[in-house]
């Protein structure tokens, strides 16, 4: 029996490589053990490999495979199942952990069935981004989760709505009854309405935030999937009079907090999804958070209705640039992503 995978990991602060020869993952009591057939790109894959400053954590987070084993408490996948998934990538904690390479680790409540409309690659696609909805939308925000017997949420704006967290959050958010706003650049604007924004404003142009407020002056909720100076103050502005809430999907806080007009009662926040594995672990900054059992039962929860939604084609994939090269070609697509950029589509990898 091989004892040994492809993987890749850090090696030391700022490097990473794809080494042979790393031992197979343990088969832990609520993990499965999944064959990779796609690995999806995410800015906090060189993120890690940038400020990681422990050599050996296994990195990325986006994947979707076959199960080949499970732990004793799982019961809801069987070796054989198509299923994708989100790692805690870069885990000085537990190394073994992230999501590039052949054979993998994941919890089970962050992992999910594929459906047979989706192929693989498009899948891969999924995983961070449905689980950074459910907690910025369901457990940050408290707006009232999908149902199918309809909800009425307030109204959201979704700054960096091409993004692929702020496509799905755009689907998420009309599940759950509200209002939906969205900016991105021109080249996206057919993308975004496709995802079901109410209204799509091109943050490029002269106007934008007049236009907006124009629209719909009572917005009172914000998820920023941008996160940078300027974000911050076109939200800040976008925000209700009467004040609101502002969410960064971008970790952490931005310094530029003090724009968002706290006089006016207006609440800002960031999360780090990882606690939503409801498990004890190290962030790059040093910081050591401890497990929080709560978030994680309710992250079980909020993992399944979007499942599900997935599952019935209510939450379509991002776009996806589908490349060949599987574990080879990411280290040259991760140094892309970084120094270059992606709008409107994600990288994936196909093994």
Request: aromatic share 6%.
């Amino acid at each position: 029996m091989i004892q040994t995978r492809k993987a890749i990991k850090e090696t030391a602060p700022g490097k990473a490589e794809l080494q042979d020869n790393v031992p197979l993952p343990r088969v832990r009591d609520d993990y499965i053990i999944a064959e990779t057939k796609a690995f999806a790109l995410n800015a906090a894959d060189y993120h890690h490999i940038d400020l990681l400053d422990t050599a050996g954590p296994v990195i990325g987070c986006d994947w979707s495979g076959v199960v080949k084993d499970v732990g004793k408490d799982v019961t809801r996948f069987k070796p054989g199942d198509e299923v994708y998934g989100v790692c805690h990538g870069g885990n000085a904690l537990e190394p073994e952990d992230g999501a590039f390479a052949e054979i993998i680790t994941s919890k089970e409540h962050t992992t999910m069935h594929k459906p047979n409309h989706l192929s693989f690659e498009e899948a891969a696609s999924l995983g961070a981004g449905l689980i950074t909805v459910v907690q910025v939308l369901y457990s940050v925000m408290k707006l009232p989760l999908p149902s199918l017997h309809g909800t009425s949420g307030p109204t959201v704006l979704v700054y960096g709505g091409s993004s692929a967290t702020g496509t799905i959050a755009i689907q998420a958010a009309k599940l759950s009854g509200c209002r939906v706003y969205a900016t991105c650049s021109t080249n996206n604007l057919d993308l975004v309405k496709s995802r079901g924004a109410d209204a799509v404003f091109d943050y490029t142009k002269p106007g934008c935030i007049t236009q907006l407020l124009q629209a719909d002056a009572s917005i009172t909720h914000i998820i920023d999937c941008i996160g940078d100076e300027n974000a911050v103050h076109f939200c800040s502005k976008a925000l209700s009079p009467s004040g609101g809430h502002y969410h960064s999907v971008k970790a952490p806080f931005p310094e530029t907090f003090k724009a968002l007009r706290p006089e006016d009662g207006v609440i800002g926040t960031t999360a780090v999804a990882y606690a939503m594995l409801g498990e004890t672990f190290k962030f790059v900054d040093g910081t050591i958070f401890p497990a929080d059992e709560e978030l994680g039962e309710f992250a079980k929860k909020g993992m399944l209705i979007l499942e599900d939604l997935v599952m019935d084609g209510k939450i379509q994939t991002h776009p996806v640039d589908v490349r060949e090269g599987g574990l080879e070609g990411i280290l040259d697509g991760l140094d892309e992503l970084k120094n270059v950029g992606v709008r409107g589509k994600k990288i994936v990898y196909r093994v």
